[in-house]
């Protein structure tokens, strides 16, 4: 195994928790990657300082006003510096043989794409965006010839352990649910429960969006759909299990009865550090797996009552059409609202409810379309929120 040239890579969401994991495992590897764009969103500073650390070419900044704040924090370096959502997928385009997808949300659809349709190899953290357009991409994939490989820990773990040459004898797809903060809270309690309970994970240091969608187990739901569309299996072959101590991330089972799973502790650096050096391995400074300091792992089934966010996740799978899509932007739009206090936490599923029962079930055939059904259910759900908020 030879690692003499070191694998570009282009980081969309260079940020945020993804992205800096990421940049952990460059950092601690400079011999095996070179970094070739960084985005963000509205951190300029924290941008500015990544792509001078890594001596980045290309720096882009989502929020085109702060283009002029960019260009002043990279003045005399040689990094070009750009802004807005075109940039955002110019930064996708550029030469690197990796794109770590790490965008949190539908927002991160179109960069991903770009990526994809060059021919890269995608490692997707991303997941909003498989659920939005899952058909499409996979297609686009297939027809430049883009690998997409799994960031997310569960998706991550059944990638290790499925037999893509056998997946006839695959029976299922187990997706582990740690069941996030509230999984032992009674229903009548969840109603006051407010944002900085919600986005405190007990096994994952995450963004704040993907953690009120842990506290709601819509993640699991959004990762239902995801798994989906990254494996050969039909939707009644994916089941979730609740293993709150997230050691078990998923497993796969066989025809001949045989279940395999993918272990370790709760740590990000070891699912990226899969995506972005596969089909080698590796180094990653995560803890290392204690069994016996752990003890016990426990099992139980998804309360689909207390948790009706996954409940409606798995009907907008079954149900398709525009489902998954308005599913996830009303979920976005609500999510926004719960950490912004303007709703409860219980609110999110009834924003989600009513922007499913609002709107049509037609299949979007292209991306065009999935563009304008986000938009039109973002509307929808702001209009939702605009008629509970507190
Ligand atoms: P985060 O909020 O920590 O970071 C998001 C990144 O995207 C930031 O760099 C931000 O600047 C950028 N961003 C946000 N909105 C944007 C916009 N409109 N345009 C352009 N850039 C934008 O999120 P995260 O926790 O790192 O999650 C990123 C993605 O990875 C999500 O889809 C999440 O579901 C998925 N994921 C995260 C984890 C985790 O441990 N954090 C695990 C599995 C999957
Ligand atoms: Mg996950």
């Known amino acids: 195994m030879s690692f003499s040239t070191p694998k570009t890579i282009t980081i969309l969401g260079a940020t945020g928790s993804v992205g800096l994991s990421t940049l952990d495992l460059v950092r601690r590897n400079p011999d095996q990657f070179k970094i070739v764009a960084l985005t963000a969103n509205s951190n300029v500073q924290l941008l500015a300082k990544l792509a001078v650390e890594f001596d980045a070419e290309l720096a882009v900044i989502g929020d085109a006003n702060k283009f002029s704040e960019l260009k002043d924090a990279l003045a005399g370096k040689p990094i070009k510096a750009a802004a807005g959502e075109g940039a955002l997928v110019e930064a996708a385009q550029a030469d690197a043989s990796i794109v770590m997808a790490a965008i949190v949300g539908a927002a991160g659809l179109r960069p991903t794409l770009a990526g994809i349709r060059r021919g890269a190899t995608i490692a997707l953290a991303n997941k909003e965006c498989l659920v939005c357009a899952g058909e499409l991409m996979i297609e686009e994939a297939q027809n430049s010839g883009a690998t997409i490989l799994p960031v997310d820990s569960e ?90 101590q997230s050691v078990v991330h998923s497993m796969v089972q066989y025809i001949d009865g045989s279940v395999l799973a993918q272990l370790g502790s709760p740590d990000m650096r070891t699912p990226i550090a899969y995506a972005i050096s596969w089909p080698n391995r590796l180094n990653a400074p995560v803890e290392r797996l204690s069994l016996a300091d752990i003890g016990q792992l426990t099992f139980a089934k998804p309360d689909f009552d207390r948790f009706p966010c996954l409940q409606q996740a798995m009907d907008a799978l079954k149900n398709g059409g525009s489902a998954p899509i308005v599913l996830n932007a009303a979920n976005e739009v609500a999510v926004e609202a719960f950490l912004a206090e303007r709703i409860g936490f219980k609110d999110i599923s009834s924003v989600v409810h009513s922007a499913l029962t609002k709107l049509d079930m037609k299949a979007p055939h292209s991306l065009s379309m999935v563009f304008e059904m986000d938009r039109e259910a973002r509307a929808v759900a702001k209009a939702i929120v605009a008629k509970i908020s507190i």
């Not at 903060?181 to 405190?200: G, H, Q, Y």
């Not at 240091?205 to 039909?234: C, Q, W, Y």
Request: aromatic share 8%; charged share 25%; hydrophobic share 45%.
């Open 155 to 244: 998706h991550n773990a059944i990638f290790q352990v499925f037999d893509f040459n056998a997946d006839r004898s695959v029976e299922k797809i187990i997706l582990t649910a740690s069941g996030g903060p509230f999984w032992n809270k009674r229903s009548d309690c969840l109603k006051d429960v407010t944002p900085a309970e919600a986005v405190k994970h007990p096994n994952w240091d995450m963004g704040r969006k993907i953690s009120v969608d842990s506290a709601t187990m819509m993640n699991k739901g959004l990762e239902v759909i995801e798994a989906f569309h990254l494996f050969p299996v039909r939707a009644d072959q994916i089941e979730v299990l609740v293993h709150p």
